[in-house]
């Protein structure tokens, strides 16, 4: 066993051994075998206690593409949640689909992908609940919403303007 490895996964925190460890496929064998020998050391070892962390770390990647979305746009350009598809009310919470879009001036033009979130009722705090497959419907709902308000903006303008308001 190399000592190395053994001085620098003993200097290692538990989670960076455990993300090590959800990749040990890209570690050689002695490397492996000195990662498995620290989590037994540390009773990280359980099957268990990694599909945990997997989880968690699926959980904050899945926040950082929502917080993505929720950052303000830039002169309307940036990423914003559209639509909701799919409600179900359970108590006081509201859980529902809704699509994170690229938008320019607003206007939401590329879906990035469809998430179902949850709601309290009342309350204006979304949260994340797990990414699903791109609800091609709910986009078509969308594009075809926006495009109407485009189309009535470029009807009325000219309309309003001719009536010297």
């Known amino acids: 066993m190399d000592t190395t490895l053994t001085t620098d996964y003993g200097r290692k925190t538990d989670d960076e051994l455990l993300a090590l460890a959800a990749d040990v ?3 050689t064998q002695e ?3 000195t990662l498995l020998d620290e989590l037994k050391h540390r009773s990280l070892d359980p099957p268990s206690r990694l599909e945990q962390f997997r989880a968690e770390q699926r959980k904050h ?3 950082d593409e929502v917080d993505r979305a929720h950052r303000p ?3 309307g350009i940036g990423c914003r949640i559209f639509g909701r598809a799919n409600v179900e009310t359970l108590g006081t919470n509201q ?3 809704a699509t994170i879009f690229v938008v320019v001036f607003y206007v939401p033009l590329i879906p990035l992908g469809t998430y179902r979130f949850v709601r309290t009722q009342g309350g204006s705090r979304i ?5 699903t497959d791109l609800n091609w419907s709910q986009v078509a709902v969308v594009w075809a919403k926006s495009l109407a ?4 903006i470029l009807v009325l303008f000219p309309l309003l303007v001719r009536a010297k308001w």
């Open 149 to 152: 308000v485009i189309l009535a």
């Open 127 to 131: 949260e994340a609940l797990h990414k």
């Open 31 to 33: 490397a492996r075998s």
């Open 95 to 97: 859980e529902y689909d």
């Open 25 to 27: 496929d890209a570690l």
């Open 61 to 63: 990647e899945l926040i």
């Open 73 to 75: 746009t830039i002169y």
